[in-house]
Structure formats: C-alpha cells, structure tokens
C-alpha cells in the first residue's frame, strides 16, 4: 500500500524558514516523480514543485520560485520542500503528491497524497 | 499559465440524480486533463485522468469525457458519499494548474 506522510509543519514568522518532509513507503520510491501541492484555508489546490525520479530535473511555480527548493534522497524515501522568506501567504496545508507513472512514462497528475501538514505563517 | 475554470461553483444536487461538472482551460491541454474529488478534512484523491480514464477503485457512475478546452465530469446516481467538492487539473503544461472547483451538495 503506498504511503506519504508528511511532517515539518508549523508556525512561522514572516521572513522565517521551514523543511517539510514527507516519508514514502509502499512502492519504489525512485521510479516517481513527486511533487508539493499546497491549500491555502478554505481555499483550492494549487501546485507547488516537482521533482523528478532521479532528481536531475525539477519545476517549481513563480509564486515559490527563488524561496522553496524540492529535494529528495532515494535512499531514505523522503522528499523535502526547503522554504525560506516565508510570507503569510504560504500559509496552507502542503500535500506530498506522487506523479501518475505507467510503463516508463510519467505524467503529473497525482495518484497517491499523504495528509498534508498545515504551515501557518504569521507573527 | 493556462487557466482552468470551473463551473459552476456549487451544484446542488438530490440524492439518486446526475450531477454534471465543467472545466474549461483557457488554451487547449489535449486530454491531459485530471479530476480529483475532496472531502472536508481530507487529502484529494484522483477519480479520473486523460480526461475520461477512471482511476483504480473509483466507481463507474464517474465518467469523464472532452477534449482541448472543454471537460465534463458526471456523477451518475449520486451517492451520499460523493457529496464533496471536486477539483479539475491540467497536465498538458508547466505550471501544473487546478480550477477553483466546484462543491456538490445535498439539495
């Protein structure tokens, strides 16, 4: 069964910086893509970052570019979202999402989310 | 960036009817075009994708189906468990983009 559960979440200051992990399990971590897609309080999905299986490419939307920076280690099954300059409208539940792959191919949409953890920025 | 628009922004629905979702992208994506269902308090999960593929598990009364810049999304014999709201997703270009949704409620 596959698995995403993230942590990291909090309170911050404006200006300040986070890591958001998220651990996998259940499949091979190394063949997906993997992405970052936040919700802001009741308000709609909006896609964050994106990291290839091997890591050697990534996207990143123009409201977190330059601040975040998606990462992984295959090794550990971990993917990581390294947020600095935060400002209050970061302020969401972050979902670690795995990008849809069938035979070699991968397209993101996102089959599998964990549960999400709620960063609040505010002073 | 391509924008997806939904419509309409709440529906409402009785129990045992048919419930029908658009979503329009503002250039065309093809049929790379995905439909997540949200319940409150809860992560997504993918119903459909290639605008009319239902995802594994999900029930056949979700069908799917447009091309290019138009999309439907019909629940068939609405259950009480699909009310919930309902979000499209274009994967045809970066960034990845979502339409604002449409929430479908109990009439």
């Known amino acids: 069964e596959v698995q995403l559960v993230e942590s990291g979440g909090g309170l911050v200051k404006p200006g300040g910086s986070l890591r958001l992990s998220c651990a996998a399990s259940?499949?091979?971590?190394?063949?997906?893509?993997m992405n970052w897609v936040r919700q802001a309080p009741g308000k709609g999905l909006e896609w964050v970052s994106s990291?290839?299986?091997?890591?050697?490419?990534?996207h990143d939307s123009d409201s977190v570019k330059g601040r975040f920076t998606i990462s992984r280690d295959n090794a550990g099954y971990s993917l990581y979202l390294q947020a600095h300059s935060l400002r209050a409208e970061d302020t969401a539940v972050y979902y670690c999402a795995r990008t849809y792959c069938s035979g070699g191919r991968c397209y993101e949409f996102f089959d599998s989310w964990g549960q999400g953890t709620l960063v609040t920025v505010s002073s | 960036e391509i924008v997806m628009t939904q419509s309409p922004a709440t529906l409402s629905v009785s129990p045992g009817e048919t419930a029908t979702l658009s979503c329009r992208a503002s250039?065309?994506?093809?049929?790379?075009l995905a439909w997540y269902q949200q319940k409150p308090g809860q992560a997504p999960r993918l119903l459909i994708y290639?605008?009319?593929t239902g995802a594994a598990g999900i029930p056949a009364r979700f069908s799917g189906s447009g091309s290019g810049t138009e999309f439907t999304l019909t629940i068939s014999s609405l259950q009480s468990e699909d009310f919930a709201v309902y979000y499209c997703q274009q994967y045809n270009s970066w960034p990845r983009t979502f339409g604002q949704g449409t929430k479908v409620e109990i009439k």
């Open positions: 290639g605008a009319s």
């Open positions: 990291i290839s299986g091997s890591a050697d490419s990534s």
């Open positions: 259940g499949f091979t971590f190394s063949s997906y893509s």
């Open positions: 250039q065309s994506v093809s049929s790379k």
